[in-house]
Every structure is written in C-alpha cells, then in structure tokens.
C-alpha cells in the first residue's frame, strides 16, 4: 500500500529542515526561529491529522499480510548491500503515536516562547528531537527505526544540559543519556542477531520489519530453533527479554526506570512534555514492534513474568509519588506509574489489554504533557516547585488550575475522559489473560494470576487519586502568599492554546472511544494473531 | 412547533445532556462585558432557567411514561466503545421514572437557594449543573459501563462544590466523600471488567439474564469455583453501593460531607446522591445476583436495622443542626435497606426455586415483598423530598445567623413565625406524620418486611428507631423554636438580620411542601407506577 504522496517522509524530516533553516539564522532572530519551529511542527501536526483521519481501519482488519498491515508505505533503497531500506509506514498503532507527537511537539513549542537563552539553539535541537521521534514510530526497517532512536536520544542530553535545572540537569542528563544508550544498545545486539540468524535461514538479509515478520510466522522459523544446543532455549526465548527490557528501559519499566524521574525534573519544560508525553512511547512501541511483534514465541515465555515488573511500576509508583514534595518530582513518579499500565497491557497479549496499552499511549502521552506544561507555567512564575511552599495559585492561574485538574481526572481514570477509555480494556484484558497465561519456570507453575495482579493494580487507580487532590489541593487551592509571590500572573495566549489543544485531545478521546478504539485494534490484531489466538 | 430535538427518540439524551450544556453555557457567560454583579444575576438565572427548563423535561417524562404498559421505555441504543461490548444503551422504566423526576424537581429549588452564595457564581452554577448531568445519566442508563461512567463522574462537581463553598472543615469532608466512594467503587469497576468480559456485553438488560445463570466451564471459573468469583463480584458491588446508600457501618463519609456541604449541595446529596445508591441495589445488585443477594439479605436487613436504630441515636446527639439532619439521612435510608432486603430475600428465594418456602408461603412472601420494595422506593421519593426540605431550612437559617449550634439556638418561632411553621411541618414529613409522604413509605416498608417471616424481629426492632426518630425530631424542633429568644437574639432580628423566612427560601420549599402533602394524601399519583415496576422486577 505505498503512498503516492510521502507524506510520512514530510511528517518527520520537516521538523528537521526547520532546524536547518534555523541554524542558518543569525543569533538575534529569536522570533523567527521560534516562528519556523511552531510552522515546523504545526505543519507535521496537521499532517498527522491527515494521516490519522484518513488511515483505512476496515482495509486493516483486512489485511492477510504483514505487507498490508501497513498504510501510507514508502519505500526507497538504503544501503542494499546490507538490505537496509528507507521504509517507511503506519499501521493501527503507530498512527496515532503520530498525532501524539504532532500535539506534544507543537504544544511544547508553544510553551517554550518564553526562552531567552540560546533560543535558536533550544528550537533547533527540540526539531531534532521531534523529527527523531517522528521517525521511530514510522519506521518499518529496523536500521530506520535505530537511527532515529539514536538522532531522539542525543538531542535530550544537549537540551536538558543547556536549559534544564542547574541543580541536576548535568547528573540529570547523563545519567538519562547513558541508561537508555546501553538499554538501546543492548537491544540492537538483539536486533543485529535477528538479522544475521534470518539472513542465514532465508539468504535473504534485510533489516526489513515485513521480512523478518515473515521469518518468525515461518512454519520452521530460525527464531523458534534452538540456541546453545540447550532444547527449549529458542532464539526467541533467548533473546527476547534483551530486547524487551532493553527498549523497555526507555518505557520505565522497573527496575530500570530509575533515570526518568530526575530527567523529568531537569529537563526545561517542553523537554519533560516530549520526555514523558512522547519518548516513554518510544520504547514501549519498540518494545512491542520488534519484541514483541518479531518474537512472539519469547513475548509468550517471559511476558507472565515481566508483567509483575509492569505491576511494582504502577502500585510503587503511585505510592512514591505521593511522597514527594517537589511539584515536578510528583508529576514524574505518575509518568513511571502509568507507563506500568502500558507495558502490562502488551502483557496481557489479548485485544483487550493490548488497544487499552495503545490507547493509554496516546492518553497518557497528551495528559503528562499537559501536566509538565502546568508545572512549568508555575515554577517560571513562581521560581519554586515545593508543593508546602506553593497554594492558592487558582487564583492567578485560573486556566492552569482548570488544566491540571482535568489532566489530574484524567490521571485517574475517570470516567467521561481518555484516562479511563485506556485503562478500563486494560483491566479487562487482564482478566482475559487470567484463564490463558501460565506462568512457567522450570517445574514451578503459576496459573490464574493475572486476576490477582488486576487486583492489585487498582491500587494505583485510588493512590493516584489521593496524590492528585493532594497536589491540587497544596498548589491550586488553599491560601496564595501575595507576598512571595507577587509578581505572578496568568499565562499568555499561546500557552492557553497549547493548554486547550491538549485538553481537548483528552476529552473528546473521553467521550468518544470510537474514535480511536478500532484503529488500534486493527493494529493490534494481527499482533496477537501471532500467539496463535483470535481476540 | 418542530423541536431541533426529537423528543420521542432523544429525550433521555436530552435530558441527560441538557445540564451539561446549561454548565458549558454558564462557563462561556464568564467572558460576557458585565458587572461583577451582573456576572452574578444572569449565572443565576441563567441557571435557574435551564433546571427549569429540565424539570419541564423531566416532568413531561413522568406524564408520557406508560404506567399500565410497565417496562423500559424511551430505550435509546448507540454504539459507543464496541471493544468492550459497550453502547450508548439508555431507557426508564417507572423505578428511574420516579428519580429523574425527583432530580429534576429538587434542582431548581437547590439552585433557587443558592442565590446567597457571592463567591464565583458561574463556577458554582456550572458545577452545580454538570453534577445534574451525572445523576440523570446514572438513572437513565441501561448499559452498565455507561452506568459506571456517570456513576463516578458524579463525584466530581460534588467534590469542588463542598471542596470550595463549604464551611470550615470543608477540605477533610470533600477529599474524604471522594476517596472514600471512590475506593468503594474501585470492586465496582473489576466486576463490572470481569461480567462484562465474560458476557460480551455491557447491556443491563441481557445481563440480568445472562449472569445469574453463568456457570463458567463446568463450575470453575478464573481457575476457581465459579460461585466463588460471583461472590466476591457480589461483595465488590455490595460495598461499593452500601458506602453511597449509606448502609451502616459504611456511612462514615456522610456526616461530614453533609455537614460541610454548601446548602444545595447537601439539598442534592441527601435528596438524590444518596438514591443512587439505593437505585444500584434495585437496578444491578439484586437482578444480577439473586442468589448470593438472598443469602446476604439477613445481613442486609440487619444493617438496615442498625441505621434506623444508629442513625436515630446519632442525630439524638448532635448538637450542629446539620449533622443531626446528616443523620437523620442514615436512619431513612434505613429504611429503604429494609425493604431491599426483603425484595433481595424473597426474588432470590424465587430465583433458585422456593427457598425452601411452600409455594402459598413464596407467595404471600413474594405479595409482602413487593408491598416492602413499594415502600422503599417511595422511601426514596419522600426522603429525597424532606430531607432537601430540612437542608434547605438549616441553610436559610444558618445564612441568617451563622451558626447551627442547637445549644445557642431558642425561642425562634417568637421570632420568625413562619420559618417556625416550615420547619415544623417538614420535620413531621420526616418523622413519618399520617398525611405526609413520609408515612406511607415507612408503613409500607414496615407493614411488608415485617410479614416476611425471616425479618419480622428485625422489623420490630427497627421500630425502636422509629421511637428515636421522634425524639430526636422533636428535640431539634424543640431547640431551636420552642422558649424565649434570648435577648441577644430579639436584637439580632431587629437590628443585623431578620431570622423570618425570605420569599425566596419559601418559593424554593412551597413545592416541597406542596408534594409531601400531595404524597401523603394522596399517594396514588405516584404509588401505581412504582408498583407495576417493582411487581414486574421482583413479583413476576
């Protein structure tokens, strides 16, 4: 199904040109370059919402192949020599990771206006970050995908090192860089094994995601051939947690989520919104595309075990984040809290659990972006993000107060919002799960466990819910010190859009599911028809 | 005159919605070029006008609702999340009949009575308005998820509304209302997950036919027994409607969140929020578990029976105005527990077969069942009545003095003669007065649990609340009308505020009034639609 239009080719190099165009600017034209940033990424916006509004879901569920999974495909020769291809496309799931960067990244531009310092720089590395983005979610070559991680990665550490928080950005940073570097390192071992055992089975080497779909859904796939002459020990089942828990470092998932909060923190604020809104996505959408998707014998074996991972992110989170005393630092555990549901939705392997985890993507994605934009509005205006310290501040940020709040609901999955269409199938696939995983290690079974973990995860739902009206309550309302705070005022025009862009996303996904439930359960679909199952 | 809407297809949807709209409306009135003043008039009437204009709605629901044909009626169906088996499944039968018109006359008259407030009176409105929406969805509904949602949207306005408006502890009460229902609810929300999963479907209707005859595979279920995994979906639903009712001992969160509530919010808590939860066990707990429902109703009723006797006692204590009509809420609703018990005891007797009963006693169990659920549902209507009336009264005279201290009280109806009268003939409403609504519900509930054999000694036990329920009535009466007003406050109504009842408060409980009366009397404008919905959901 390839595009006459490259449209996805625009999406995710204009940001990029933008950035070009911006460095040739001279250093004073601060305006211009914020201009060019927000027409950047408004336009690959707008293209995103062409692209989502016109992806075909009945041709999806349609498809046989794992060619005709993908929409808008587009496709030029790389570096043949190592079957490496420009391959570009969309499926159910990634389109609407592409809208989610379209809103972030334009919001985030928005909320930046204000930045003094080095505008041209900030504005060209943040384009670099976004096209980076953009790329991984529209990549279908695995050397593709790659490069674009990596062009997402270094982009992070130069703006959270420049314009983040004197106080951590430089621990922040690095430690941020090099967590995920190794974690992406680690899983493009992985990938790289796929893509010499493939090309030896077949002759065939490509780095191709429909060739090696292809590999693994063989009747005598070299995936499911054992390694170390150890019976039982698959390549899949060798290589899969790698590769999982490898991208899965950039997903949060714990133990090794420990670099995302401090890098939450340190981050200038339209960083944190790519950063939690966006990036996180990044690795849980690796995590399912080329663990998960390639390897769907090891996703069987390791992912009953890895959901109790999923599941001390979402519980140990909520309850970490109600410790905290910085504003940002609450904001950031709930990022490693709800990006739990996500993996444990893939954990799940059912249609159920699955769409809620694409959905919770995008719904989360828009509400921690929602959130960093809150946070930042008031520490720029209030120097401080000490929750004692804060209160009171509805009354000169009424719309910041109003923003919080309903990212705050939507946080905790209430209902009439998008928290809530994303994590209620979630739940329900984990009651679906119940009956059909067992978890088996050695001798020792486990069966009928995934009821009990939904049990368990609900905690997080009230503990969220304690944490939100407590922040909201200690920073929004109660009495506001006019002294210290004397100068603060509301927020400007484009702040208020950004803001409004954002809430909307939320509330219409809210009230609305058909928008957005079928797409990612035709993308889902043919995922699970790998674990040799219907819905 | 062609409506935009279609008032025969569309009417829960509009009814549902039109709130909600009314909210958005009073949010964009915000930005009108007017006086702070202005602002604060139109916002009210502006309000006012839309629960008006729901009550016309509400009202011309009640009037072209079939009573003889029975049944769910104005059914809407729409796809909604096809995922998960959910659809925009709406309809009324005269159970949801009776409460939206209850809602919808209780709105007007709670907005009417919080003209007092100044502070932001479009955000109030808006707030007041959207959690209107929520309770009409909850009634409407026949599709459980869409139950759910609107279920826990309700929460929402109410939280800010107590959070903000409210008096002194107004923090603790509002985080305490939402966390506490909202924990409630959390066994709610799994069970809901596991039978709609289990069914393929969130449709109330085929629901109630499907799972009380699931069986699982072979009676296992989830790895165990599949009765097991009914009852705990039983306890998760139980404890998350028990806390909302409030059946004792999960009534905690109401004295607070009643005491500190701004006057209409407490008019609406008491007179609606609370039904819903009562209206969970009708609609949902009993029909999808009879089984299980009838096993607990022992239990059940026994609660029922320490809220009647508890909550009389409590409100006995009190000495805050409020709280003792706080109170007097769980003694009520007490009441309402009885008769869902009986109901529960006696459908799922039926359910599985006679229960051991022969069938001449099924019968005359199932006839004094049905006369038990007649009481409890008018129970809802009456109470929802007196108590908004009680709070609309506490109110008016807190706005006036400022304080709801009993001991400081006295000698009120010396000076405001006419408030005194009110207050009278509301409290003899919710004490259960013959010719008032009170009465009947509270007699037929007694006159049918008692005649079920397994609840005759808890009934007679209950009546011991009943004696309390007098006495506390009668002490709040006594406190703050009866004696001689002390000096301090014969200055007070001369000289800072007049203690006597305004036009508007008294245009705000005139139709309260008017009802109870009606209802007392004349109870057949009401009974014979309850009846036939009841006989059909528990008698038939």
Redesign the interface.
């Known amino acids: 199904m390839n595009s006459p239009f490259p449209v996805l080719s625009v999406i995710t190099l204009a940001p990029i040109a933008g950035a070009i165009l911006i460095l040739l600017l001279p250093k004073t034209a601060k305006q211009e370059a914020r201009i060019i940033a927000a027409a950047a990424t408004g336009f690959s916006l707008l293209l995103g919402l062409f692209v989502y509004f016109n992806y075909d879901v009945a041709a999806a569920n349609a498809a046989t192949t794992p060619e005709q999974m993908f929409q808008f495909q587009e496709s030029i020769p790389w570096v043949e020599a190592l079957g490496i291809n420009y391959h570009l496309g969309v499926d159910g799931i990634s389109a609407p990771m592409v809208l989610l960067t379209g809103l972030a990244s334009f919001a985030g531009v928005l909320i930046s206006w204000g930045i003094e310092e080095r505008t041209r720089e900030f504005m060209a590395f943040f384009l670099l970050l976004v096209t980076g983005v953009y790329g991984v979610f529209v990549a279908m070559d695995l050397f593709v995908l790659f490069f674009f991680y990596e062009l997402a990665i270094f982009p992070m550490y130069l703006l959270i090192v420049t314009w983040g928080w004197k106080d951590l950005r430089e621990y922040a940073s690095m430690k941020l860089t090099l967590y995920i570097l190794v974690g992406s390192v680690i899983a493009l071992v992985g990938v790289l094994a796929m893509y010499f055992v493939a090309g030896d089975a077949t002759g065939t080497y490509s780095f191709d995601i429909t060739h090696l779909m292809n590999v693994a859904a063989m009747p005598d796939s070299p995936f499911n051939a054992n390694v170390f002459g150890i019976d039982g020990l698959t390549f899949a089942r060798a290589w899969f947690p790698f590769i999982f828990l490898g991208f899965g470092v950039l997903a949060g998932v714990f133990p090794f989520h420990n670099w995302s909060p401090d890098g939450h923190v340190a981050a200038p604020t339209a960083v944190s919104m790519i950063h939690a809104g966006v990036l996180m996505k990044l690795g849980a959408y690796s995590a399912l595309r080329v663990a998960v998707q390639l390897l769907p014998q090891g996703a069987q074996t390791h992912l009953p075990w890895i959901v109790f991972l999923t599941l001390i992110n979402v519980v140990y989170g909520a309850f970490i984040a109600m410790r905290q005393r910085d504003f940002k630092y609450v904001i950031g555990f709930s990022s490693v809290s709800h990006m739990g549901l996500v993996s444990m939705g893939w954990a799940t392997m059912n249609?159920?659990g699955m769409?809620g985890a694409g959905l919770q993507m995008f719904s989360h994605g828009v509400m921690t972006a929602l959130f960093f934009s809150c946070v930042g509005m008031v520490y720029d205006r209030a120097h401080t993000r000490d929750i004692p310290s804060l209160g009171g501040f509805r009354q000169v940020m009424p719309w910041v107060a109003f923003a919080f709040i309903v990212g705050g609901?939507v946080s905790?999955g209430?209902?009439?919002l998008s928290g809530?269409?994303a994590e209620?199938?979630i739940?329900?696939g984990l009651?679906?799960a119940?009956?059909n995983i067992t978890l088996q290690i050695g001798s020792w079974t486990l069966?009928?466990y995934y009821?009990v973990i939904?049990?368990v995860a609900?905690l997080g739902?009230?503990v969220t819910?304690?944490y939100v009206?407590r922040v909201v309550?200690q920073v929004f309302?109660g009495e506001f010190n006019r002294e210290r705070f004397a100068g603060v005022g509301d927020v400007t025009v484009l702040d208020k859009a950004a803001l409004v862009m954002l809430l909307a996303a939320m509330i219409i996904l809210g009230v609305w599911?058909?928008i957005m439930?079928?797409m990612v359960?035709s993308g889902v679909a043919p995922i699970i028809r790998l674990f040799g199952g219907g819905a | 005159m062609t409506l935009p809407f279609n008032l025969d297809t569309s009417l829960l949807t509009l009814i549902i919605f039109l709130p909600a709209a009314g909210s958005v409306l009073l949010l964009l009135m915000m930005t009108l070029p007017m006086s702070a003043e202005g602002h604060k008039v139109a916002a009210r009437w502006a309000a006012l006008g839309v629960s008006l204009l729901e009550l016309l709605l509400a009202v011309y629901l009640f009037a072209n609702y079939d009573q003889a044909a029975g049944g769910f009626q104005f059914e809407e169906s729409a796809?909604?999340?096809?995922?998960?088996g959910s659809s925009w499944h709406l309809g009324v039968d005269g159970l949801s009949v009776m409460l939206i018109l209850l809602t919808g006359i209780l709105a007007p008259l709670a907005i009417l009575i919080s003209f007092e407030i100044e502070d932001r009176v479009n955000l109030y409105m808006a707030l007041f308005l959207f959690l209107e929406t929520g309770l009409m969805g909850v009634f409407a509904s026949l599709d459980l998820?869409i139950f759910?949602?609107?279920?826990?949207?309700g929460l929402?306005p109410m939280y800010f509304l107590i959070?903000?408006w409210g008096s002194q502890n107004r923090?603790y009460a509002s985080?305490k209302f939402?966390?506490y229902t909202?924990?409630g609810s959390?066994g709610l929300?799994?069970s809901i997950?596991?039978i709609?999963?289990t069914a393929g479907t969130m449709d109330i209707t085929q629901l109630m036919t499907f799972w009380p005859a699931f069986q699982g595979d072979g009676g296992t279920?989830?790895?165990?027994g599949v009765e097991t995994v009914k009852n705990l979906a039983f306890l998760a639903f139980f404890l998350a409607f028990a806390i909302k009712v409030p059946i004792w001992p999960f009534h905690t969160w109401l004295p607070d969140a009643h005491t500190e509530a701004p006057t209409a919010g407490s008019m609406i808590l008491a007179g609606v929020l609370l039904k819903l939860g009562a209206y969970g066990f009708l609609r949902l707990v009993i029909p999808l578990f009879p089984v299980q429902a009838a096993t607990f109703s022992g239990v059940i009723a026994f609660l029922g029976m320490a809220g009647i006797i508890l909550g009389a006692l409590a409100a006995y204590g009190q000495n805050d105005f409020k709280r003792l009509v706080a109170y007097s809420s769980v003694n009520h609703m007490g009441f309402v527990v009885l008769g869902v018990a009986a109901a529960a005891y006696v459908y799922g007797a039926a359910y599985t077969g006679g229960g051991g009963m022969s069938p001449e006693e099924l019968e005359s169990a199932r006839q004094s069942a049905v006369l038990a659920m007649n009481g409890a549902a008018m129970q809802m209507f009456a109470h929802g009545l007196s108590s908004a009336g009680m709070f609309l009264l506490v109110g008016a005279l807190y706005h006036k003095i400022h304080t709801r201290d009993l001991r400081q009280m006295g000698g009120f109806w010396v000076l405001a003669p006419v408030y005194g009268g009110i207050l009278i003939f509301t409290s003899m409403g919710s004490l259960g007065l013959p010719g008032l609504a009170g009465f009947v519900s509270e007699f037929l509930v007694v006159r049918g649990a008692f005649a079920v054999p397994a609840f005759s000694l808890m009934t007679l036990l209950s009546m011991i609340g009943l004696l309390f329920t007098g006495a506390y009535i009668l002490k709040a009466i006594q406190k703050v009308l009866h004696g001689k007003p002390s000096q301090e406050w014969v200055d007070y109504n001369r000289q800072h505020h007049r203690l006597e009842i305004t036009w508007r408060e008294g245009i705000a409980i005139a139709p309260l009034l008017a009802l109870m009366l009606l209802t007392g009397l004349l109870p057949n404008w009401i009974l014979p639609m309850i009846n036939t919905t009841v006989t059909r959901l528990f008698g038939g």
């Open positions: 249609v159920y769409t609901l905790m209430m209902p009439g809530f269409v209620f199938p739940f329900t009651w679906d119940g009956p069966a009928n009821g939904a049990v609900v739902i009230i819910a304690a009206l309550q309302f599911p058909s439930a079928p359960e | 796809p909604w999340f096809a995922l998960l998820l759910f949602v609107f279920w826990e949207i929402v959070n903000i923090v985080v939402f966390l909202m924990a959390l929300l799994l997950q596991l709609g999963l279920f989830l790895g165990i």
